[in-house]
């Protein structure tokens, strides 16, 4: 334990001193410092593991350390929390895991949830929007600026699924109706969000409410669904079959599979929608199906072999259900995940790093924090309530609670906007750290308990 405790440190801080000697001339030293991070917060995740807390806590709080290392100027990690690359790097690892729950969920699941998915968004918006505005705005805030309630509301109305999803994964519940609930719900949480962040900013800037923003915004969504999942979902098994006649081997397979990821990713983001709603909606639209005739792995063509080769019926019932059929279903996510193995634990711990510790360490940051991070979970708990009890509505309830990244974007432009103060601004950083924090050890104590 202390060798292993002491190679983490050692793997955390050599980069820094690593940085500090090379001075300002190596423009690339930052890809030293993003693999330490990369390391660091396996090792952080490793040790979070052994305390049975969700892995995604060891790499937020990496990246809060690493925040707070910056604050204090030392090294260089000043510089390397406002990297762009690493930024970069941090968006890709949220598209592909949006992207790889894509290919675990199934389109057929969040069809039949879809309506529980519709009711649960509309009540976690409404319900946290109100609150922020006339609740937190006008009693805790003591108020009377609308632009400022406004946003508030705006920020608390917000949901991010990354969290919630790695926690799904980890505790092994992805299929549970409960978690299709939030994945239904949380696009349409988001769509929702980016009309009202587009009417709060209208509002803003104009000081008048733009309708033809609003509009627009929707029009697009409406045509980025349509060609999703209507022409896309039709046209995608022939151009990928196309793809396999020019070759059958995996690394064409792989590379399919990160191209037509970032398309849509991109697509979304052209038309005014976030760009992991495109990855999520590519992982839906692929057809595994189609990869059947692929050429297949080694290890699967022996054990195909044995199956038809051995006697025992056991045996060869065994490895037909439990070895190919789960090949079958999960290979295109097996081909995707060592790479989300590198990627993903970036945009985690460079979401911690956003968040300044040190900035919030002030009373008056601490209480208004404290009654957003309030607001924010029981606004989001609402929106499970009027599910069949046939349905964990805790689930529900808990995998909406984070804002994640998704708050970050409405806080950032709240401040861009001169709408949010200073101690506002570290107080809704503050509700988004507590809300990241919360969801895991909430999800995890509800499954472990049975709790409905």
Not at 274 to 290: C, T
Request: with cysteine.
């Amino acid at each position: 334990m202390l060798v292993r405790n002491g190679l983490f440190t050692l793997l955390v801080l050599l980069p820094t001193f690593a940085l500090a000697e090379a001075g300002h001339a190596s423009q690339d030293s930052w890809l030293l410092l993003a693999l330490a991070i990369i390391i660091g917060g396996a090792g952080i995740s490793w040790i979070v593991r052994k305390l049975t807390l969700p892995t995604v806590l060891g790499e937020l709080g990496l990246g809060m350390l690493l925040a707070v290392l910056a604050h204090y100027h030392f090294g260089f990690w000043d510089q390397v929390v406002s990297n762009p690359t690493l930024a970069l790097l941090a968006e890709l690892g949220s598209i592909l895991l949006l992207f790889e729950i894509g290919l675990e969920s199934s389109f057929r699941d969040l069809v039949s949830v879809g309506k529980h998915g519709l009711v649960t968004a509309l009540i976690g918006v409404i319900a946290p929007f109100l609150i922020g505005c006339w609740v937190v705005g006008e009693w805790v805030f003591a108020s009377s600026d609308i632009k400022l309630n406004l946003f508030l509301g705006a920020t608390l109305a917000a949901t991010s699924t990354g969290i919630s999803v790695r926690v799904f994964k980890d505790l092994g519940i992805l299929r549970n109706p409960a978690c299709q609930i939030v994945l239904t719900a949380s696009i349409i949480d988001d769509i929702l969000g980016l009309v009202i962040l587009a009417f709060v900013s209208g509002l803003v800037i104009a000081g008048t409410l733009d309708l033809i923003t609003v509009g627009h915004i929707l029009l697009n969504v409406v045509i980025f669904f349509v060609l999703a999942l209507l022409v896309a979902r039709r046209l995608t098994p022939k151009l990928m079959k196309w793809v396999l006649k020019i070759s059958h081997e995996e690394s064409m397979i792989v590379i399919s599979l990160v191209s037509f990821c970032l398309f849509w990713a991109w697509f979304a983001h052209a038309i005014g929608l976030a760009s992991i709603i495109g990855a999520f909606v590519a992982g839906l639209i692929m057809d595994e199906v189609v990869f059947r005739k692929a050429n297949q792995p080694h290890w699967y063509q022996k054990l195909l072999e044995l199956s038809r080769n051995t006697t025992n019926q056991e045996t060869q019932q065994m490895i037909q259900d439990q070895i190919i059929v789960r090949h079958h279903h999960e290979r295109l996510v097996d081909l995707i995940k060592p790479l989300n193995y590198v990627l993903v634990p970036i945009f985690f711990v460079y979401a911690g790093m956003q968040v300044d510790l040190v900035a919030v360490a002030n009373w008056n940051t601490l209480v208004y924090g404290f009654w957003l991070s309030l607001a924010a979970i029981g606004g989001k708990l609402i929106s499970g309530v009027f599910l069949p009890k046939s349905i964990n509505r805790w689930i529900v309830g808990f995998g909406m609670v984070p804002r994640g990244e998704i708050g970050l974007i409405f806080a950032l432009t709240g401040r861009q906007l001169g709408v949010f103060s200073t101690d506002i601004f570290a107080a809704v950083l503050l509700m988004v750290v507590v809300t990241s924090i919360v969801t895991p050890l909430a999800l995890q104590f509800i499954v472990k308990r049975g709790l409905k």
